[in-house]
């Protein structure tokens, strides 16, 4: 990036921090559990201005737009500028005047010019609060100029919850990502203050209690990339779920489920199979291992509706072994798979799995600026492991 720009605060300068940025390796090298590379970061001209009067708290900024920014949609422009608070709010401020471009209101799509000047009153008690990170470091899979690909854990929200917004959550985790990379030591604790060069974002979702790959734009090209190859079907994911029931395959056999899905009317969060009004929903199933009683199964999404391999595998008699909304468990205990089972005096028994038997195993797409075809792998979690592994000891077939 050419040159470095001030950021005048209160009529004092400062000059960001360059980083030393080691280069990526081939886009065709995964990297497992790898800590984040710190890059180098450019900032904004912005100047900060007082409070009005009569309104404590008050964030009133002006910010020229720096030529690197020059192009952008407004809406995008200010996600980097203000990192803490979601797109879909800095939108609605932009609609209800609290942001101005160059003295009148603006439309958020707008694409931004070279030394345009932006307004921007808010009431800092209105903000929301931003997303927070988790304690532990999520794992790097793949990463290069573009994009990144996580290994998120189980129990771990993509974005926040209406319901439990203090939570941690990826986003979280991701804006802690772009923060450190870009050297940014002044960030509000509100979102306010400390814009980013870069603004990661997942491009697709997996439910909370799902482990496994998940793909991350780092530039809005790339995102906007991404998110048409998965609306062309061009991204390859496969997952790894654990059934009840013995499915009726034969190695190198294929099953084919096509259930049109709509959202439950009766239960809010909830999908159901929609045969008249549902969208179309398709996916591959194919055997990986057997057991008695149970099943481990591939499962290729060729659609992505939400929800779609639970309600699929549920609707056609082989829910998951723990899903407590399609299947009939929210644990799995040894108990109930080995015979004469004793457990500790005075302990409760540990569940094997206490969390959906889903697994998002891998993903193949194309390098939004190479167009190379990458595929990233993500290890089993220990508890899935160790769930394949007793049902191996004591439903094993053979």
Not at 283 to 295: A, D, K
Not at 323 to 350: A, T
Request: proline share 7%; net charge positive; with cysteine.
């Amino acid at each position: 990036m050419s040159g470095r720009t001030s950021v005048v605060l209160k009529s004092r300068t400062f000059s960001p921090l360059a980083t030393a940025w080691t280069s990526p390796e081939s886009i065709a090298t995964f990297r497992t559990s790898e800590h984040f590379v710190p890059k180098s970061s450019t900032l904004l001209y912005r100047e900060a201005r007082e409070p009005s009067p009569g309104s404590p708290g008050a964030v009133s900024e002006t910010i020229v737009v720096p030529s690197e920014r020059a192009g952008l949609e407004l809406d995008e422009f200010l996600c980097l500028q203000f990192p803490g608070c979601s797109k879909g709010y800095l939108r609605r401020q932009v609609r209800d005047g609290a942001i101005l471009l160059d003295g009148i209101q603006a439309h958020p799509s707008q694409k931004l010019r070279h030394n345009q000047v932006l307004i921007v009153d808010f009431e800092e008690k209105k903000l929301p609060e931003p997303p927070h990170a988790p304690a532990d470091v999520i794992p790097l899979l793949y990463e290069d100029d573009d994009v990144a690909v996580v290994l998120k854990p189980a129990g771990l929200a993509v974005e926040p919850e209406r319901w439990a917004r203090d939570k941690a959550c990826l986003a979280g985790a991701l804006l802690a990502l772009a923060r450190r990379r870009g050297g940014d030591v002044r960030a509000g604790s509100r979102g306010t203050g400390g814009s980013i060069e870069e603004r990661f974002r997942a491009v697709h979702r997996l439910d909370k209690d799902t482990s496994g790959c998940l793909l991350v734009a780092k530039n809005l090209d790339a995102e906007r990339t991404l998110r048409g190859a998965f609306e062309k079907g061009t991204v390859e994911k496969r997952y790894l779920a654990l059934v009840e029931g013995e499915y009726p395959l034969k190695d190198g056999e294929e099953d084919t489920i096509e259930l049109p899905l709509g959202p439950d009317s009766r239960r809010s969060g909830r999908m159901i199979v929609d045969e008249p009004h549902g969208k179309a929903a398709r996916t591959l199933i194919r055997i990986v291992e057997r057991f008695r009683g149970y099943s481990l199964l591939a499962c290729h999404p060729i659609t992505g509706r939400t929800h779609q391999i639970r309600v699929h595998l549920s609707a056609h008699g082989f829910p998951l072994v723990v899903d407590s909304v399609y299947g009939r468990r929210d644990v799995f205990l040894l108990s109930e798979i080995k015979n004469r089972y004793k457990p500790k005096l005075g302990k409760p028994e540990r569940p094997l799995m206490d969390r959906l038997t889903l697994h998002a195993e891998s993903l193949a797409f194309s390098q939004p600026s190479s167009c190379e075809r990458v595929q990233v792998r993500a290890p089993l979690p220990k508890d899935l492991e160790n769930t394949l592994r007793q049902l191996r000891k004591v439903r094993s077939l053979r």
